[in-house]
């Protein structure tokens, strides 16, 4: 199985409103930095996203890529591959702990193979930098929804 990596942020606000901006694919250039363009494919008999095309610019990384959602409850999503240019897998997901009063423990956890050559040491810190910036920029978006 192939190493993933990890890292959880503690936002003050309740599980159901860090899933709604989760969810809220639309706004995804608004948050994120590396995701210029998001559009839902398909979605669920509830409503959700079930596959989402993302056009993707991580300055020397750029890809448009297809990913497919699973939705285990309220408090957890997962995605997995379906297409893109620049990688050979894509899994990852955010799961959502209520950590206290109006306050949400997410934890994200991701695994990328690209398909060009990279050593390990080399795609677990690009992996990491992805969700520490992917974190930061829900919690910013979530506590300050106004921007």
């Given amino acids: 199985m192939a190493e993933h990596t990890s890292s959880s942020i503690t936002i003050e606000a309740a599980a159901a409103d860090v899933m709604g901006v989760i ?8 948050w994120t930095g590396e995701v210029k363009e998001a559009e839902v494919l398909k979605t669920d008999g509830e409503g959700r996203a079930e596959q989402v095309r993302l056009v993707m610019d991580a300055g020397a990384i750029k890809d ?4 497919a959602y699973t939705w285990t409850g309220a408090n957890e999503v997962s995605w997995t591959l379906v297409k893109s240019q620049m990688l050979r897998s894509l899994d990852g997901s955010y799961l959502l702990t209520p950590a206290g009063p109006g306050t949400t423990e997410v934890t994200y956890r991701l695994t990328v193979d690209v398909k060009i050559p990279m050593l390990g040491m080399i795609k677990r810190k690009a992996e990491k930098v992805i969700i520490d910036r992917a974190l ?3 919690k910013k978006r979530v506590e300050s929804p106004t921007k």
């Fill in 23 to 30: 969810a809220d694919f639309a706004r995804y250039p608004d």
């Fill in 64 to 67: 448009d890529q297809t990913l």
């Fill in 136 to 138: 930061a920029g829900l």
